[in-house]
């Protein structure tokens, strides 16, 4: 599984793990406006997209997919992002 962040123009792609999920999310970092952070294994994606203020109910844009089926749209928070980042990795077996 990888953990892809693009921030004005510059991508980094890293293996994906529990802890360093928590760090994009935690409440003190700092997530620009159009930032895109995804978790990707396969043809399985989840990413978030910073729309809103930071801190926000509106922060991120949220979208995924498992092959060619939607698994979720939406707006949220950096927590609910975290939880859905979390349920990504343990239903990849990458997090018990």
Do not use: K, Y
């Amino acid at each position: 599984m990888i953990l892809r962040i693009c921030e004005n123009g510059h991508e980094q792609v890293e293996p994906a793990s529990p802890e360093r999920v928590a760090q994009v999310f935690a409440p003190e970092a700092p997530i620009a406006d159009g930032t895109e952070i995804t978790l990707a294994e396969g043809e399985r994606w989840l990413t978030a997209m910073a729309v809103g203020a930071a801190g926000s109910a509106t922060e991120l844009l949220m979208s995924g997919a498992d092959g060619e089926t939607a698994t979720v749209s939406g707006i949220a928070a950096r927590s609910e992002a975290l939880r859905l980042f979390r349920e990504f990795m343990v239903s990849a077996g990458s997090l018990r």
